[in-house]
């Protein structure tokens, strides 16, 4: 089954991005091969949510990043093989009695671009192939590639097929004469097209981990290991956002008697930017790809629901709060139906009176409390509600991001501490800005003109 | 001195911007001619802080609210005679003859195009000056004991000259021989130059009074009346107010003097609170330009200046938090304030950035503070009722007005009609129990 995830979660953690430039996906996005490119989105869009499947996919990504292995094959040649393989055309078939003093001719002058592409084709696959068989002759076919070792050998199956083995006797050949170039297009584009296609979509897989795994190095990234659903535990220490330029990094532990997690903290302290690291990392594990963190272990979960940024639908007339509970049912109904969730509401209820908030806040957290299978991470500004849930519900992690001040600027530590935040200092600004006492100097300058 | 705002102001109240298509510059811009266009955007910009302006200008567009005039010429006339008085002539009668003859054979040797250009020029002044002449001895006949008159008794006087009254005999549509080509062209590019500059000019004044009494007539827009600001006799009051923008919108009347100059507002989020401060900020924006505002009827004295805070954006690339950038805007106001500026200030959700007994301390610390500065009026919207509650206990200049919200069958529907007092709406949990979103999460309910 796949992981399940929405447009709004999406769009919180700005995994896939309006704007390709700053999303997590470009941030992956170093691939070689357009192909390889494709094959990111696609895991990009399918998160996994098989423990098997996830631990397999990132140690074959470890194996490469361990190996420090570059990818083999030279680029320009991937344009020419795509579109020569894309070209199923039968009447752009060769055939050798086809091989008059005319078409020599036209060879001569240029004019026979047809079989120019063809020939181009034909010599890249050849080269690509000879690469490949190269690359995982050096693997022992596989014997040696670690966690990459079953699809070595799929690979290397296949090109041991005997439709395909006069490649090898081809190797480094620029120039084919017109028989031998009709005669491997048969095979290349018709006979033995599957197998080309398996070939290079197992190139271009290897191309994203390769990528990926130069990324995960670069910036320092860790593979995560995936647990048991079950359990629902959550351990991740040194957690950072990858976009950021100096990002604090920041430790997480969750259990079955942890399940909820209820986060204070005045507005620039760092909430969000936390949620959404954390709601990052669980999206990056679920792909078995690297995160940004020192290290990270997590039950496999089923889905993933975030709520950070939710616009006012103001043209359908919906409120801010409206907007929220209708966003709130709608997770409600997953949580009900689907277990094993991962759920992130960022203030909850803002667009209300704070007796409302209140007492929504304290109704709503109580009731995902019960539900020791799934993980909640609320962040609120009202923390008379983490008082009292403190007495209600034994399951609740309370933690903050304190203020401190900087003079007369608020500064932050970006620190996850343990408790309820007890900050006053918005009217600490307010009096070293000297607020009040600018107001009300208005009639003495009065006096004075 | 003029008129204080500042950008975030219009940008609250969305005031001007030609290329947004909600903006109010826009509701008003049915401008016929690009001048025109021009001299509106001047007036977005230029606000008034004479009484006695706002008062004659407001005037002008009563009066021609009340006929229904039609503006003389066209877009591509106006065009036309701004490109030909704005081309290449010469300072006299000599010179232009030798430019027009060399045209002229040029025309004939070559196919010149200049030749023609200026005789077609020439007809189009020639059918403006017809229609403008035709349009302001019309005018002028009803116009009495009117502020406007000067100005068209000052064209009447241009057009009153022989020469163009020899081309008002014209015909605007034959066409011309060499010799009359020249002396129009001296007559129009060089003799009555600036006076027809200036005719234009006016023109462009009345297209903008003709387009913007038009919006009024439609929309049913009245006009305020503006007194000078006197220590002590401040006041601001407006009868039945509406947001110009919002077809249907439902008025309110608000009341702010030197006895109460404090509205504190309070109601749910969707129950009208910050479209109705956006009605009485635009309100008095524009009764600050002399022009015709929302409302059944309007009288103030002139205001310093006026500041809101009605959607104050995060500046997280500066690293302010909501909260910090709600405290410098304040800061900013009460600096204002300070120097003794009368002014007009709205500030819709103070300080929601920050947790909940701050908010409560800093609204009530703040709000008490400005409410002592009585030549300034006050419009303060929260959802901390309780900061309400306190200071109603303190203050007698301050007004408790609040949109209230009904339950209509679990639905919260509005009146969007202000209401004396403090909200004790508490139909957020109503919804949520409406919604069964408890019962949803424990499972209680089969989807």
């Not at chain 2, 015909?171 to 027809?196: D, E, G």
């Not at chain 2, 009074?209 to 006197?230: D, G, L, M, N, Q």
């Amino acid at each position: 089954m796949a992981f399940i995830i929405d447009k709004q979660t999406l769009d919180d953690l700005n995994i896939i991005g309006k704007r390709r430039g700053d999303a997590i996906y470009s941030l992956f996005n170093k691939t070689q091969t357009r192909g390889g490119a494709q094959v990111l989105e696609e895991m990009f869009l399918y998160p996994l949510s098989d423990r098997d499947k996830i631990n397999q996919r990132s140690g074959i990504i470890k194996y490469f990043q361990q190996k420090n292995i570059a990818f083999p094959f030279k680029n320009e040649a991937f344009d020419a093989i795509e579109l020569y393989l894309e070209n199923t055309d039968e009447r752009t078939k060769l055939a050798a009695e086809e091989d008059t003093l005319q078409r020599k001719l036209r060879g001569y002058m240029g004019a026979d671009t047809g079989y120019e592409v063809l020939h181009k084709g034909v010599v890249a696959a050849i080269e690509v192939f000879n690469c490949l068989h190269d690359f995982l002759r050096e693997m022992d076919g596989g014997d040696r590639a670690g966690a990459y070792r079953l699809e070595a050998r799929e690979m290397q199956a296949l090109l041991a097929d005997e439709q395909l083995t006069w490649m090898y006797g081809e190797k480094g050949s620029r120039k084919l004469a017109y028989a031998r170039t009709a005669k491997y297009d048969q095979v290349l584009r018709f006979a033995a097209r599957d197998k080309m296609k398996k070939l290079l979509y197992y190139i271009y897989q290897m191309d994203v981990y390769i990528s990926i795994a130069r990324v995960a190095a670069a910036r320092g990234f860790t593979f995560a290991r995936a647990l048991e659903t079950k359990e629902n535990t959550l351990s991740i220490e040194g957690m950072f956002h990858p976009l950021l330029t100096n990002p604090v990094s920041n430790s997480l532990q969750v259990d079955r008697s942890s399940n909820v997690i209820f986060l204070t903290g005045a507005n620039m302290a760092g909430k969000s930017t936390f949620m959404k690291t954390l709601g990052i990392a669980m999206f990056l594990a679920h792909m078995g790809f690297p995160v940004p963190a020192g290290s990270m272990e997590f039950s496999v979960r089923s889905g993933m629901f975030t709520t950070i940024n939710l616009a006012d639908n103001l043209n359908m007339g919906y409120s801010h709060f409206y907007a929220e509970v209708l966003r709130l049912k709608k997770v409600a109904e997953q949580v009900s139906r689907t277990e094993d969730l991962f759920v992130i509401f960022d203030e909850l209820f803002r667009g209300t009176n704070v007796k409302d908030a209140y007492d929504a806040t304290v109704a709503v957290t109580e009731a995902f409390a019960e539900k020791r299978n799934c993980t909640f991470i609320i962040s609120t500004h009202i923390i008379e509600a983490g008082e009292t849930l403190r007495d209600k519900c034994d399951n609740i992690n309370f933690v903050y991001f304190p203020t401190f001040m900087k003079g007369n600027i608020p500064g932050y530590t970006y620190q996850l501490t343990p408790g309820i935040t007890n900050d006053r200092h918005g009217m600490m600004i307010i009096n070293n800005l000297r607020i009040i006492d600018i107001i009300k100097s208005r009639r003495h300058h009065l006096k004075l003109v | 001195m003029a008129f204080k705002v500042d950008k975030q102001t219009l940008d609250d109240l969305n005031i001007p911007g030609k290329y947004k298509g909600d903006s109010i510059f826009n509701l008003f811009d049915h401008t016929r001619s690009r001048g025109g266009g021009q001299l509106l955007e001047s007036m977005f910009q230029h606000p008034l802080s004479d009484a006695e302006a706002i008062n004659i200008r407001s005037s002008i567009f009563q009066y021609f609210q009340e006929r229904e005039i039609e503006f003389p010429v066209s877009r591509d006339q106006c065009e036309e005679v701004e490109q030909y008085l704005s081309s290449a002539g010469s300072n006299n009668m000599a010179g232009t003859t030798l430019m027009i003859m060399r045209k002229k054979m040029l025309r004939t040797i070559a196919s010149g195009k200049e030749y023609d250009a200026i005789h077609d020029g020439i007809l189009s002044m020639i059918g403006f000056i017809h229609a403008v002449n035709d349009f302001f001895t019309q005018l002028g006949s009803h116009l009495f004991q009117y502020p406007y008159r000067e100005t068209i008794r000052e064209v009447k006087q241009t057009f009153s000259d022989a020469g163009l009254r020899q081309l008002l005999a014209e015909p605007a549509t034959a066409r011309l021989p060499v010799a009359k080509v020249i002396k129009y062209h001296h007559l129009l590019r060089t003799v009555h130059q600036q006076s027809l500059r200036r005719v234009l000019q006016v023109l462009y004044e009345t297209d903008v009074y003709i387009a913007v009494s038009r919006v009024a007539r439609e929309r049913k827009f009245t006009y305020a009346w503006a007194t000078p600001f006197v220590e002590g006799g401040n006041r601001i009051d407006i009868a039945h107010v509406f947001h110009p923008r919002l077809g249907g919108a439902v008025p309110n009347t608000v009341r702010l003097d030197h006895g109460c100059n404090m509205i504190f507002l309070t109601g749910a989020n969707m129950a009208g609170k910050s479209t109705f401060m956006k009605s009485v900020g635009i309100a008095v924006y524009l009764a600050h330009m002399g022009f015709p505002i929302a409302a059944e009827g309007m009288a103030f004295s002139v205001q310093d200046g006026m500041y809101t805070s009605i959607n104050v954006a995060d500046n997280l690339d500066k690293g302010y938090s909501h909260f910090y950038a709600e405290v410098l805007r304040v800061k900013e106001v009460a600096e204002e304030v300070s120097r003794g500026q009368n002014l007009v200030i709205i500030f819709d959700e103070l300080f929601k950035g920050t947790n909940v007994k701050d908010a409560y301390d800093a609204t009530v610390a703040v709000t008490a503070a400005f409410a002592e500065n009585r030549n300034s009026a006050f419009i303060i919207s929260t959802h901390i009722t309780e900061a309400g509650d306190t200071l109603q206990e303190q203050y007698a200049n301050m007004k408790f007005v609040y949109f209230p919200t009904i339950m209509d069958k679990g639905i919260p529907r509005y009146t969007f009609r202000l209401q004396e007092g403090i909200s004790s709406d508490r139909h957020g949990m109503m919804i949520i129990a409406n919604e069964g979103i408890l019962d949803i999460i424990r499972g209680k309910v089969a989807i």
